[in-house]
């Protein structure tokens, strides 16, 4: 079984968790997406969110070949439109959220929504589409698809929805009502967001058959994904948080998810990738400037673009002058762990990434080892 999950938001983290749920419940899993694919001696990254389609055969076909049985893998917008998963028979896909992003790739919202729409429009009556049920497009989907869905979310109407919910600085406690029972599930995971993607996950594997009460103990076992939300304790008393978040929506998450789960100062340092999305730069910076106490402007994958310019798109977004730019990444957190105490340092884009990109040169640099030098 082919499990495909699109969104703007979110495709990793769902990935993650189906999978781990998977394998902890002895079903033969292996996942594919940003972080790579799966196999039993680690993750092999393929530099794509879903790799180009002869690849993707071989991928899959190898995984096959070595016993997989179920494959929950990330379906970008880009790789529906550039017909990388036109042969690839899914059977279940995942809708997680739409918001702004990739509108250098696509023309405008409507586009974008329209591509990721394909996906679903193309599942038979076998498959199956599992919706949140609380995103503005949930309606315009179902009017199109031609298969059984299911739907998770807050609202009361969704097959898995959540009654109440509990947010902290380590963990997130959920009450969820499904076929007319309620559960307690108590994660790792925090934040509004990650209640969704866990949801996601839940609805997925009920279909697939696996007992509520054991998707719930693998949900509480479950640690996270690879920079996404990593967090460390650092000098001068500081709490240092690295997150992938590369999209307003994301930012708006998570910035608002620390605000409300502690009275500490937030630092936020970020940039934006160059040849990429020019019309969020400016909506990331108002967004960081709403819930920092100072924002540091910074490089992340310029690319062939002029670094000067991003960064003169992406101050266009601030109301006041309260942002620093300092081009080096590594220079910018050293001055952030160094100026501020007692603070939250939140630093996005990146995640887990170990280089940046100048032109056509990869230069060896990570976030995670930079703070790593102040724990």
Known sequence: KIIGITGTNGKTTTTQIIDYILKTNNKNSSSLGTLGFSTPTGIIST???????????????????????????????HSIKLHRIDDVKVDMA???NLSIDHLDFHSNMEEYFNT???????????SIAILNGDD?????????????????????????????????????E???????????????????????????????????????????????????????????????????????????????NILSTIQKITTKKIITIFGCGGDRDQTKRNLMANIAEKYSIHTYITNDNPRFENEDSIIDDIIKGFAQNNYTIIKDRENAIDDAVNQYNNSII??????????????????PYSDINTIKKYI
Request: with cysteine; glycine share 6%.
């Open 94 to 96: 995942i809708f997680t």
């Open 116 to 126: 990721k729409l394909k996906l679903f429009k193309k599942l038979d009556s076998d």
């Open 174 to 252: 959920i009450i969820i009502k499904y076929l007319g029972s309620t559960y307690k599930i108590k994660t790792k995971l925090i934040g509004v967001f990650n209640i969704y993607n866990i949801l996601g996950a839940i609805t997925c594997a009920l279909e697939l058959n696996i007992n509520i009460e054991n998707i719930i103990k693998s949900i509480e076992q479950f640690k996270g994904v690879p920079g996404r939300l990593e967090q460390f304790t650092i000098s001068n008393n500081n709490h240092a948080i690295i997150d992938y978040a590369h999209s307003p929506d994301s930012f708006e």
């Open 47 to 77: 530099g794509f969110t879903t790799p180009e389609s002869v690849d993707l055969h071989q991928i899959i076909r190898t995984m096959v070949n070595g016993g997989i049985n179920y494959i929950p893998m990330e379906i970008s917008s």
């Open 346 to 363: 939140v630093l996005l884009g990146k995640g887990r990434e170990n280089y940046q990109i100048f032109s056509d040169r990869k230069i």
């Open 136 to 172: 503005d497009y949930f309606s315009q989907i179902i009017k199109k698809i031609k298969c059984k869905y299911i739907s998770y979310g807050f609202k009361e109407y969704n097959t898995v929805a959540v009654i109440s919910y509990k947010l902290k600085i380590d963990s997130t």
